[in-house]
C-alpha cells in the first residue's frame, strides 16, 4: 500500500521536522555564500578601495585575494560539514521515518 | 556485437588520416611542435582504448546515459570538476589574470559558488526525482509533454552554441599549437567527439574527463608550484614582480578595472553563477554514482578540485605576467603575443619547461576541449532521445534500444552540423555563443528546474510561460547587446548596454512563472500543487519500495 505509506510519513511530526530542519539548512548555507559573492562584486564597484586596501603595510597584496580564498575554505568547510550530516544522521533519521512508516 | 565491429572499422579510418595530421603540419610556414602532436596522438590513443573498453559495457540505456551508475564519489569528483575546468577556464580565466589581474577573481569565485548551488540546492533533490536527465525532475508533478519539450529546447539552446563556441575556440587554438589546418583540427575534435560518445556513452565520457582532469590538474600544479618556486613561495613577491611588469601596473591589484559600472558586473556573475550551475552536462553527473551518499561525496571531492584549480589558475595567470610578457619569442611580428591572451598559459609551459612541457600542456589543453565537447553531446543527445523522442513522441513507449538508436544518431547528427558550422565560423567572433548558453541556462533550465522541485505553486502552464520568456529576453538582450549589435550588426550604440543579459531575463523567468502559475485555475493545475508533498516525499526519501 504505496499510498497509506506515503500518508504516515506526512503525517509523521519527524518527517515534518526533518523537512523544515533540512530546507532551511540549504537555503541559509547556498543563499551565504551567494551573498558574499555578490557583495564581493558590488563592494567591487561601489567602494573598490575596500577591497584594494593592502593586507599589510609592506605588501601588495589586495585584501580582497585572500578574503575570496576565505570565502572558497568556506564553501569547502560548509559542503564536508553538510555531506556529513545528510549522510550521518539525517540518513539514519529517514531510515527511521520510514521503518516506522512500514511497520 | 555490430557496434564493436563498425567500431573497429572506425578507429582504423582514424588512424588512417591521423598521418596526414603530420603532414598538414608540415605545410604550414611555422615550424610543426612534432612534440606536442605525439603526446596530443598518445592522449587520443589511450581515449580510443577507453572508449573500445566502455564499448563493451555499453549496452543498457542506463548504461549508456549513466555509465550504469557504477562510477566511484573520487571518480565523479574528477569528472565534475573536470567539466569545470573547460579550455574556458584554464586558458580563458588564465587569461583574464594575465590581463586585467584582480577582476579574474569574479571568475574564478563564481565558478565555485555555481558549484555550491549545485550541491545545495539541486542535487540532492535531483537524483531523487531523476534517472538521467534534469528534465525527469522538472516533468516529475508537471505535464509531461509540455515540460520536457521545454526542457529539451533549454538543453539543446545552451549545449549546441556552447559546443559552437569550443569547437570554434578548438580549431583556432589548435592551429596555433600545433600548426596544422583549422578545418583539420575542428573535423578532429569532431570525429573523435562522435566516436566517444556514440561507442563508449557516458562511461567513455567519463573516464575521457578523469584522464583528462587528472593530466591537466598535473600539468596546472607544476606550473603554479614553479611560479612560486621562483618567488620563494611568496604571493606577495610574485604580485609586485607582476605589478613591475604589466603595462597596467598597480591597477592590477585595483578591482573594477573591467566594468564600467556595477549593473553590468552583476548581470556578468549572474550568468557565471546561476548559468553555470544549470549546464545539463554537468547536471547529468549525478546519476551515474550508485546511491546519495557517494553523489555527496563525490560533490565535496568535486568542490575542492574545483576551488584547487581556480586558485592556481590566478597564481599561473601573473606568472604569465611576469615570465611571458615582452619575451620576443612569444610575439608575432605585429609584437602581439601569439594566439592572443588566451595562450598565456601556453607560453607559460614553454618558459618552464622547453619544447616537452609544452607540448604536454598543449596536448592537454586539446584534451580538455575533447572531453567537454563529448560530455556536451552527450547531453544534447539524451535531450533528444529521452526526453523528446521516448516521452514526447513515442509516449513512454520506445524500448531501450530503439532510445540508445536515436541517442547515438543525434550525437552523429549535432557533431556534424556543429563541425559544418564552426567552419563555416571560423573568421566569426563567437564571444556571443557562449554567453548565451550560460545566460539561457541561467534564465531558463535553473529557475524551471529550482521551482519545480522546492515551489508547491508552480503549474505547467507557469513553467511553460516562464521558460518561454526566459529564452526570449536571453536571446532578445544578447542580440541588442554590444557584442552583437554593434561588433557584429555594426551599429552606432546598443539598446541594451551590459554584455550579459542575465540581470533582466532571469529576474523575468521567474517573475512569468510565478504570475502564469497563480493564474492558473485550471484543474490540471490543482492536480499538480496538491502532487507537492508527495514530491517532496519522494526527493527527501527517495523511492520507498524494495
Request: proline letters at 3%; charged letters at 15%; hydrophobic letters at 55%.
Amino acid at each position: 500500500m504505496q499510498s497509506n505509506i506515503e500518508e504516515k510519513i506526512l503525517s509523521n511530526p519527524k518527517y515534518r521536522a526533518l523537512v523544515a530542519k533540512q530546507s532551511k539548512l540549504r537555503w541559509c548555507c547556498a543563499g551565504g555564500i551567494l551573498l558574499a559573492y555578490f557583495i564581493f562584486v558590488i563592494v567591487a564597484f561601489s567602494h573598490p578601495d575596500i577591497l584594494a586596501a593592502k593586507v599589510s603595510e609592506n605588501s601588495i597584496v589586495p585584501i580582497g585575494i585572500p578574503l575570496s580564498f576565505l570565502v572558497f575554505v568556506i564553501q569547502l568547510a560548509l559542503t564536508i560539514v553538510y555531506a556529513r550530516l545528510e549522510s550521518g544522521s539525517f540518513a539514519s533519521i529517514k531510515k527511521e521515518i520510514i521503518a516506522e512508516a512500514k511497520a | 556485437m555490430s557496434y564493436q565491429k563498425a567500431f573497429k572499422g572506425l578507429l582504423a579510418t582514424a588512424t588512417a588520416f591521423l598521418p596526414s595530421l603530420v603532414l598538414a603540419a608540415d605545410v604550414v610556414e611555422r615550424e610543426p611542435n612534432i612534440k606536442a602532436i605525439i603526446m596530443f596522438l598518445a592522449f587520443v590513443a589511450s581515449t580510443l582504448f577507453i572508449t573500445y573498453w566502455a564499448s563493451k559495457r555499453t549496452k543498457s540505456a542506463n548504461e549508456f546515459y549513466a555509465a550504469g551508475n557504477k562510477i566511484t564519489a573520487l571518480q565523479n569528483g574528477l569528472a565534475v570538476s573536470g567539466d569545470y575546468m573547460s579550455a574556458a577556464t584554464f586558458l580563458g580565466f588564465t587569461a583574464a589574470a594575465f590581463l586585467v589581474g584582480f577582476d579574474a577573481l569574479f571568475y574564478t569565485l563564481g565558478a565555485t559558488v555555481a558549484w555550491v548551488i549545485v550541491f545545495f540546492l539541486v542535487a540532492e533533490r535531483l537524483r531523487n526525482l531523476g534517472r538521467y536527465t534534469f528534465t525527469d525532475a522538472a516533468a516529475y508533478r508537471l505535464d509531461r509533454v509540455p515540460i520536457r519539450t521545454l526542457a529539451a529546447v533549454g538543453t539543446l539552446v545552451v549545449v549546441i552554441p556552447y559546443l559552437l563556441a569550443q569547437l570554434v575556440g578548438a580549431g583556432a587554438l589548435v592551429q596555433s599549437l600545433f600548426t596544422i589546418d583549422y578545418t583539420l583540427a575542428v573535423c578532429i575534435v569532431g570525429a573523435l567527439m562522435m566516436l566517444y560518445v556514440t561507442f563508449g556513452g557516458m562511461l567513455a565520457t567519463t573516464w575521457v574527463q578523469i584522464v583528462k582532469a587528472v593530466l591537466l590538474l598535473a600539468g596546472g600544479s607544476i606550473m603554479a608550484i614553479y611560479v612560486m618556486y621562483k618567488f620563494g613561495f611568496s604571493f606577495d613577491a610574485l604580485a609586485k614582480a607582476s605589478v613591475d611588469i604589466h603595462a597596467k601596473g598597480e591597477a592590477i591589484m585595483h578591482p573594477g578595472g573591467k566594468f564600467d559600472d556595477v549593473w553590468g558586473a552583476l548581470s556578468l556573475g549572474m550568468a557565471l553563477v546561476f548559468g553555470t550551475a544549470g549546464l545539463p552536462h554537468i547536471l547529468m553527473r549525478f546519476f551515474t554514482v550508485p546511491d546519495g551518499k557517494v553523489a555527496r561525496k563525490s560533490a565535496v571531492y568535486a568542490m575542492g578540485f574545483i576551488g584547487y584549480f581556480m586558485t592556481i589558475v590566478i597564481i599561473i595567470g601573473l606568472g604569465a605576467i611576469v615570465f611571458v610578457t615582452g619575451r620576443p619569442e612569444f610575439l608575432d611580428t605585429d609584437g602581439d603575443l601569439i594566439g592572443g591572451a588566451n595562450l598565456a598559459a601556453v607560453h607559460l609551459s614553454a618558459v618552464i619547461g622547453g619544447d616537452y612541457f609544452l607540448g604536454f600542456i598543449s596536448a592537454v589543453a586539446f584534451a580538455t576541449i575533447l572531453a567537454v565537447v563529448s560530455g556536451l553531446s552527450l547531453s544534447a543527445a539524451s535531450a533528444v532521445s529521452h526526453d523528446l523522442y521516448a516521452t514526447v513522441f513515442r509516449n513512454g513507449e520506445a524500448t531501450e534500444k530503439e532510445e540508445i538508436f536515436v541517442s547515438r544518431i543525434t550525437v552523429i547528427c549535432i557533431g556534424v552540423v556543429t563541425v559544418l558550422l564552426a567552419i563555416a565560423f571560423e573568421k566569426e567572433s563567437v564571444a556571443f555563443l557562449a554567453i548565451l548558453a550560460l545566460a539561457i541556462a541561467a534564465s531558463v533550465n535553473l529557475p524551471v528546474l529550482l521551482l519545480s522541485m522546492y515551489w508547491k505553486g508552480i503549474t505547467t502552464r507557469g513553467a511553460v510561460f516562464g521558460g518561454a520568456i526566459g529564452l526570449v529576453s536571453a536571446i532578445v538582450f544578447i542580440v541588442i547587446s554590444p557584442t552583437v549589435w554593434v561588433k557584429m550588426l555594426g551599429f552606432d550604440e546598443a539598446l541594451f548596454p551590459y554584455g550579459y543579459p542575465t540581470i533582466v531575463s532571469m529576474p523575468l523567468c521567474f517573475i512569468a512563472v510565478y504570475i502564469f502559475s497563480v493564474t492558473d485555475k485550471s484543474a490540471r493545475a490543482d492536480k499538480e500543487r496538491a502532487a507537492y508533498e508527495a514530491q517532496v516525499l519522494r526527493s527527501e526519501l527517495g523511492s520507498l519500495e524494495d
